[in-house]
């Protein structure tokens, strides 16, 4: 779990996720169950190895109890779609992997130091929501597995882009497109699986191994 956890972060690093020492990604232990890993303070997200992550007690999770990671950054399209403070519409077939399942938090309260912060947030996420888009802050995705939590907030990320991207032509007089919630459903129900998920990682994880000469997992 350890591994692929770093890999996660080295995931982060390629696409742009590290910025200075904003973000973090957490997993819960998988026998001390209120300890969770996390990565040390200050080091870079593209150098991550197993054994850099850190064993801490901060009482966790405790509103999710079915979450066992989750995946937090700054990343340049999440952010930006953040200030609309608004959930992303289903505009492509990739949309629809988060159909049902993102809410938003839309009282930002500055950096999350403070544990009612924490509280705040862990509410706006609900109880089975994998998404939250922090309000001019960024993303936050949760999953049963690191690995899933890693690849929502990548496609995620994706999605804001598209939106943006959309939102940008539209402005323009070209009319969106919206798949129809029969159609997202549906899509949804298909792919909407922490196995799904997390499968759809490890081709991400091969690569990250392989790129760091097996130094990820050491």
Known sequence: ??????????FFAKNGYAEGIAGHISMRDPILKDHLWFNPYAKHFGAMKASDLVLVHPDGYVARPDVVAA??????YGKTWSAFGKPIEMLTQDACNFYGIQSVYDDHGGQVLAKEEGQSIAKALGDKN?????????LLTVGQTVDEA?????????????????EAAAANGLPKSIISDHVAKYNADVIQSAVNFYIEFQPEFDLIVEESNGRVLE
């Open 71 to 76: 995946a937090h950054a700054h990343s340049t």
């Open 150 to 166: 890693a690849f929502l907030f990548y496609s995620f990320d994706q999605a804001c882009h598209s939106q943006l991207l959309a």
């Open 1 to 10: 779990m350890k591994e692929h956890m770093a890999a996660a972060f080295r």
């Open 130 to 138: 994998s998404v939250c888009i922090l309000k001019n802050h960024g």
